[in-house]
């Protein structure tokens, strides 16, 4: 008897081929059978006469390290149909600490810095391998494949301030990156436009990068450098740290903000098929939206970040340096200014500030009869450095043609959250809720993009899985693990907006996460199945 049979749906098994009628039986976490199971009994069938049974979709760029602690329910991703969340991304990674007291990294790199951790969260591991135990007791609805950060590495060796890396402070990133990775995690991440890993030469990432290199399926992924006209030369770096330390690069959220290169997507790819024709392995991932979610504080010039949060906020405090950052800031990145005006407040720590959410930066200044550079600082020093905002920056001709590409594959940049957990009370970039069931509702379905639907969800499934060297996950295949969802092709969308971003996806009817029900018929179950996996 079979504990599952998912009968009459339409297979897409995660290959890039074809779909297919078919049934489908599962025993235990494990899909046994595909065919026809006509005679067959189980403890639970269900009809799929008109769905699409796709392989659970991996999000292979996410935030949600430490809100799968918070929202161990992960009701944003898996009403998406999501049944992995790949983790530490942009440098952010919460181990290893170093020592034998994670609070310094969770204070640095994720209070301080605003990568959602609720203060009341209880940090009770050091290394990648507690880390991962921790979630597994604590339980989770979806599971997690962990990298390790640079940032986490710089700030547990002590080199968080603009200059070069000592020896013994490389060293020590060494051996933590490798141990990392012998425990499991999947690869080192960068975020080379957020501090402290903005400081990071390209020289010490391929030293750095160059340690971990001989581990079988292991790859850098990177958060490029920001700047005006840097789209080419963003790329450029991570394919020479690529080939110099002879890894494979996964590039992270490909776009174009600078409006002056708008439509300039083709020569990006034409960067990534040259590397492709000396040898290096480099792919990349991306999300639908013509917005990009991020801190107030990367507006600032990168100096003014050294030694941390604190000596941030002290310069701020310093007339002739507040000056000067003012002064820099208006001026704008590489001399390129913002528009201020699309630029949007998502969320706030401080109470008095409840009220600016969903205001742009310009309507702030407004309201109190500031300017703009004096409304950016009082913010800073008002949130205590960290103010999450929505940069409205991009083009849909850019999002559908970086979507399109062969080398695409799709990543939320989100979080694994709910609606009356830790966000509830600001408005999160969309992307949290919607980035899977938008592509496949009003990109596919709606003829916006090229793909077929079988491609999407290739790029949603068989194709991370691949990067990742995910072993029995991520197609349809007997003695795959059993991760599974099924949706409703005529109504999968998404409902999200920015501004009312707590919103379910529409169209999932079934996720399935390590052989037990986590959506079913269209309900959370409440279960938690999830598992964290580990690099082959």
Same mark, same amino acid.
């Given at each position: ?59 292979i ?16 991703k898996?009403?998406?149909?999501v ?18 007291d ?16 609720d ?108 700047g ?12 020479e ?15 174009i903000?600078?409006?002056?290169? &708008?439509g ?14 000396k040898?290096?392995?480099?792919t990349?991932?991306? &999300? ?5 979610g991020?801190?107030l ?23 002739k ?71 409205h ?49 009003? &990109? ?5 993009s ?27 295949k007997?003695?795959?693990?059993a ?20 919103q ?21 179950t ?6 964290v996996?580990?690099?082959?």
């Amino acid at each position: 008897m079979f504990d599952i049979i998912i009968k009459n749906g339409i297979v897409i098994d995660g290959s890039n081929k074809s779909k297919y009628k078919s049934d489908i039986g599962i025993i235990r976490d494990k899909i046994e059978k595909i065919g026809s199971l006509e005679n067959s009994s189980a403890k639970k069938i269900i009809d799929a006469s008109g769905l699409i049974i796709s392989p659970g979709f991996i999000d292979i760029h996410t935030h949600s390290d430490i809100s799968v602690i918070n929202d161990p329910l992960n009701e944003s991703k898996i009403f998406q149909g999501v049944t992995t969340e790949v983790t530490g991304n942009c440098s952010y990674s919460p181990f290893p600490s170093g020592n034998d007291d994670p609070n310094t990294l969770k204070e640095e790199l994720w209070e301080k810095r605003g990568n959602a951790d609720d203060p009341n969260t209880i940090w009770q591991w050091t290394t990648f391998d507690e880390y991962a135990n921790y979630i597994e007791e604590k339980g989770t609805s979806l599971n997690i494949a962990p990298q390790v950060g640079y940032a986490a590495l710089q700030i547990a060796s002590g080199s968080v301030e603009n200059r070069r890396a000592t020896v013994d402070e490389l060293e020590k990133m060494k051996k933590l990156a490798n141990e990392s990775i012998e425990q499991g995690a999947f690869s080192l991440s960068t975020g080379l436009s957020v501090p402290p890993s903005a400081f990071a030469s390209t020289e010490e990432i391929i030293e750095i990068c160059k340690s971990i290199s001989h581990y079988e399926n292991v790859f850098y992924v990177t958060h490029a450098r920001e700047g005006a006209g840097r789209h080419i030369s963003k790329i450029e770096e991570a394919v020479e740290i690529g080939i110099k330390s002879n890894i494979s690069v996964q590039f992270s959220h490909l776009a174009i903000t600078d409006w002056r290169y &708008y439509g300039e997507g083709p020569k990006m790819h034409k960067v990534f098929e040259d590397a492709e024709k000396k040898g290096l392995d480099i792919t990349y991932d991306m &999300y639908p939206y013509t917005a990009a979610g991020a801190g107030l504080d990367q507006t600032m010039p990168l100096w003014s970040h050294s030694g941390g949060i604190e000596a941030f906020l002290e310069r701020l405090r310093n007339p002739k340096q507040r000056e000067k950052i003012k002064k820099e800031t208006m001026d704008g990145i590489d001399g390129l200014p913002q528009r201020w005006e699309t630029i949007v407040i998502s969320s706030v720590k401080n109470p008095e500030n409840k009220n600016i959410i969903g205001l742009s930066i310009e309507e702030i200044a407004k309201k109190r009869n500031l300017d703009i550079g004096e409304t950016v600082m009082q913010l800073t020093e008002e949130e205590q450095a960290v103010v999450s905002v929505i940069f409205h920056n991009r083009v849909e001709e850019d999002i559908q043609c970086f979507m399109d590409h062969r080398l695409a594959m799709f990543g939320s940049d989100g979080n694994a959250i709910s609606k009356h957990g830790f966000y509830k009370d600001g408005k999160p970039h969309p992307r949290f809720y919607g980035t899977f069931p938008r592509i496949l509702g009003r &990109y596919i379905r709606e003829n916006r993009s090229q793909l077929s639907i079988e491609e999407a969800v290739y790029k949603m499934t068989g194709f991370p899985a691949w990067r990742l060297g995910l072993k029995q996950r991520g197609e349809i295949k007997k003695k795959y693990f059993a991760d599974i969802t099924i949706f409703n092709p005529n109504t999968i969308i998404d409902k999200a907006t920015f501004e009312n971003p707590h919103q379910y996806s529409e169209g999932i009817e079934y996720v399935i996460v390590n052989g037990e029900f986590v959506i079913s018929q269209g309900n959370h179950t409440k279960e938690k199945p999830g598992k964290v996996l580990r690099r082959p």
